[in-house]
């Protein structure tokens, strides 16, 4: 069993009884249930405000982030007790949450590693700034070179890891420039006594430029001297970010002052499209925010994402930046569009205050984005319950949908989202509503082979033979995301394995798409049509031989599909694969004895649909796989004929035949060369060329 010793800032006792002590022996067989009652007890407990203040909020965290911190831990202390460690920690990773986070920061654990080794976790922590968990795990690490997690701090900003890592190893200072670790600490008098190094124009150096350095820092001093010493003040880092976006993401309002008095450009802009606003208002810094609208920066200004600086802080959940920015003069009902409002940032992270004071200051929320998704989309697709709950309230409609079709209800099982699917019922989703005609929720999880998502859709009431606007029943959408086990889920559910949508295609047309052999044995198994045609007479085969998937060709053909079957336009799979320039399919096909001299309803080969095309590459093959170059149409044209009605700014084909062999004179049934036809075509280029090879 885990020991509490190792736990310097001690979690709340009812939390470690539940989570810590039955972890262990023969409690681990009922964890289940365990876990659904400390989960219950870790939502009661952060209800109290003396636990989430203890935790670094200023606010009460979203039942979301508690979840996903407890599941966090829970995990790590599984694992810790299962290989019987008493020291752990969580591996750090950028889709952590804010509040795991914080209890990763605060349990401030002995690094003992599992999932990750010492050196990443130490990595990790100088990239965010904890310098007590990078030097603990230093001193786990058997060989690591600490130079790289000082130039992560000193990338990143973090001067106090950046001076813990110097303390524990003076040499790392033998590694920097003298300059650039002075402009970091903000050491004005020792600049002078250095020599200066030249601000190098490319942006991946290891350390950003001493300007950039002392602007993490807010050292204004330093950025007046660097500036007299001739560094220039435009320089950026690797992602394209100045000395006012890092002054304003820490928030350093007098080094902005300082950099914008210098000629710092105000509104520029990152790899991100973001401005030094942006970058204020998503780490919630009011001053800044303020300073920076007052030097003339743009309010409006939007990155790649359509984000404004009222989105940043609103994904982020500061309210109070709101409430800044609305008295900077900012319009919250500003909208267009392409342009996802506030509200949609604030539900794709689930800040229900965001929303709520957003909704109170008349910001649009049934606003769409430029997919036509709703905020309501963006609560469903992340799984952010508590917003979802919030919209519907504010009457956000539930069956709204975007220009694929996706409702909200969609949004949540194309993500696997259980609980949002759960919550959208009970707020009256109807499951089986038939108003809406694009693919249903059960489409969108048998898309994705969300089996969990699936089968609470199906005990929620949703029904098997939902079809979508196009006629595609769930089995065709299981069978594009090739997993065999959902397909037979469906068809044991009663699903008509040999069902077509409006355009005839089977489940099979699908799942050649992806070139699937494991998903094309099982339907043929379960009894779908191999030689099945579609309103084009398209057979599965067609479909496999136009992508070019000679797995998906070769297992349609042992299962019994004839490899000479035709299409309306009788044409054999070895014409698609021709045509689409799929060598590989062609030698698959012929190795399956397609037939090589098979000509279409006009007549034509493979010969003349290239001629056509003026295609001259795939003539060479063709040509070169033994092909007669002479073969006629039921018109008597040769794919000469076919060439020269091409453009007459491309004959290159017309050259490649004559020179194959191709007969220059042949007519045609009524009694017309290639010359003749190219004429009657206006094809002067044509005409020029078939003349200077001897054509009467």
């Known amino acids: 069993m885990i020991e509490l010793q190792p736990f310097l800032y001690p979690l709340p006792d009812e939390m470690i009884v539940h989570v810590i002590g039955h972890l262990s022996g023969k409690n681990l067989i009922r964890l289940q249930e365990v876990n659904k009652r400390a989960k219950a007890c870790v939502e009661a407990l952060f209800q109290k405000e003396e636990y989430w203040k203890r935790f670094g909020f200023k606010k009460k965290p979203t039942l979301t982030q508690v979840n996903s911190a407890f599941l966090s831990l829970r995990k790590a202390f599984n694992l810790a007790n299962q290989s019987g460690l008493k020291w752990t920690i969580l591996e750090i990773q950028t889709s952590t949450t804010s509040l795991s986070w914080r209890i990763i920061k605060r349990l401030d654990l002995i690094p003992q590693y599992i999932g990750a080794s010492p050196e990443k976790v130490a990595k990790s922590a100088a990239a965010r700034g904890a310098a007590d968990l990078c030097i603990q795990a230093l001193r786990s690490a058997t060989d690591m070179n600490e130079l790289s997690c000082m130039h992560i701090a000193m990338r990143g900003g973090h001067l106090d890891v950046a001076q813990r890592l110097v303390a524990r190893q003076p040499d790392l200072l033998n590694e920097i420039s ?139 959940g500061h309210t109070d930046a709101i409430e800044t920015l609305v008295g900077l003069g900012y319009d919250v009902r500003e909208t267009d569009h392409k342009r996802p409002t506030a509200v949609h940032w604030a539900a794709k992270n689930g800040h229900t205050d965001v929303i709520n004071m957003l909704v109170e200051l008349n910001c649009p929320i049934h606003a769409i984005d430029y997919k036509g998704r709703t905020a309501l989309h963006w609560a469903a697709k992340n799984g952010q319950t508590d917003a979802i709950r919030m919209l519907v309230d504010n009457e956000c409609d539930m069956y709204a949908a975007d220009h694929k079709g996706r409702t909200s209800l969609g949004c949540a099982a194309r993500n696997d989202h259980t609980d949002a699917i759960e919550t959208l019922v009970k707020l009256g989703f109807d499951i089986r509503e038939t108003d809406h005609k694009g693919p249903k929720a059960l489409h969108w999880a048998a898309e994705k082979g969300h089996k969990a998502t699936i089968r609470k859709l199906l005990e929620l009431g949703s029904s098997v033979s939902e079809t979508d606007n196009q006629g595609s029943t769930v089995l065709h959408y299981g069978a594009y995301n090739l997993d065999t086990d959902v397909i037979r ?110 000509t279409d309803k006009r007549g034509w080969t493979v010969l003349h649909h290239a001629a056509r095309m003026l295609d001259s590459e795939l003539i060479k093959q063709w040509v070169g796989l033994g092909c007669y170059i002479d073969a006629t149409n039921h018109k008597g044209q040769t794919a000469l004929h076919l060439a020269a009605m091409g453009r007459s700014s491309d004959a290159d084909a017309i050259s490649e035949l004559v020179c194959l062999g191709c007969d220059i004179n042949a007519m045609d049934h009524e009694g017309h060369t290639a010359l003749h036809v190219a004429t009657a075509c206006k094809n002067t280029e044509a005409i020029r060329i078939l003349k200077a090879l001897g054509a009467d």
Not at 234 to 253: F, I, P, S, Y
Not at 290 to 303: E, K, N, Q
Not at 307 to 316: K, P, S, V
Request: hydrophobic letters at 40%; aromatic letters at 4%; proline letters at 2%.
């Open 178 to 316: 003298g300059q650039k670790w002075a402009a970091f600490c903000g050491k004005t008098e020792e600049l002078g006594e250095l020599v200066r190094i030249t601000d190098s124009p490319g942006i991946f150096s290891r350390i950003p430029s001493p300007i950039l350095l002392a602007a993490m820092n807010g050292h204004t001093d330093t950025i007046r001297k660097l500036r007299e010493l001739g560094h220039s003040i435009d320089v950026v880092d690797h992602q394209r970010r100045t000395a006012l976006h890092w002054a304003a993401k820490e928030g350093h309002t007098d080094a902005m002052k300082t950099l914008v008095e210098l000629m710092c450009p105000i509104d520029a802009v990152d790899r991100e499209g973001q401005t030094a606003l942006h970058w204020a208002a998503k780490n919630g810094h009011t001053d800044a925010m303020r300073t920076l609208v007052d030097l003339g920066c743009d309010l409006y200004a939007a990155d790649r994402k359509v984000r404004t600086c009222l989105g940043c802080a609103a994904e982020n």
């Open 489 to 598: 889920l469906f068809v044991e559910l009663g699903v008509n394995v040999e069902a077509v949508n409006h355009k005839s295609e089977t489940a099979l047309h699908w799942a050649v798409h992806e070139n699937s052999t494991e998903a094309i044995k099982t339907l043929m198994q379960l009894g779908c049509p191999v030689d099945k045609k579609d309103r084009d007479g398209q057979t599965a085969l067609h479909e496999a031989a136009t992508r070019g998937h000679t797995d998906a060709i070769t297992e349609l053909v042992e299962q019994g599909c004839d490899v000479n079957i035709t299409n309306r336009q009788g044409r054999t799979a070895l014409f698609n694969a021709a045509t689409s320039g799929h060598m590989n399919a062609i030698t698959t096909l012929l190795e399956l004895e397609c037939n090589f001299d098979a």
